[in-house]
């Protein structure tokens, strides 16, 4: 847990300090409400430009700090005005696309494709092994440079999955790195799992023999 806490972030981190700190307009960021790292911002603009150039897709992130719903407000309902509000925003984008979606305060992340690229991106490998793992953490990271990390690593992980399924490398990688941490929270996650159903097994074995 120690070891995943901080490494993926620390990653991450250490390639943004190494890109240039300007700021221009973005093409691919619809929306940031300034909660990520304009280091970051440089970094997701390079490779969807790149992405845009060498493989015709347009990989758009969109990340509020809310969507302006009441939180009184039901599930269902709230499902709706989300789907609602998101469907507003596909209508306008170029295709093909993907569209990465975030909501910060109300724990909401979601991923959106074109037709032509269902069966090229796994929306749950992306969301569950890039993006939420980094959001999910329980360390002494801000939510700033949590939030800057998880879309930078969701980003990269959808160019490079577009780039590989049409055998086309980007300069603007940033490689093998961006699963290590979802690597080290499953292989946690498993351990824990597997301890707990042996302590559970052996106050079984116990309670018997008594």
Known sequence: MIKFKL??????FLLLLSFPYSIFASEFILSSSGIIDIRA???I???GKETKEKLGVNIYLYVKKNLGFKKSISIKNKLKYIKQYEDKILKNLTKPYVLLTMSINDIHV???TSKSLK???NKDDILDDYVVPLLASKDKNTVFSKTSAAVLNGYAAIADSIAEAKNIELTSSIGSSSKVASTIWRVFIYTLVVFGLLVYIYAMLRRKKV
């Open 110 to 112: 979601n991923l959106y």
């Open 119 to 121: 069966n090229i991106i």
């Open 45 to 47: 603009n390079e490779i």
């Open 41 to 43: 911002i440089n970094k």
């Open 7 to 12: 490494i993926k972030v620390k990653i991450l």
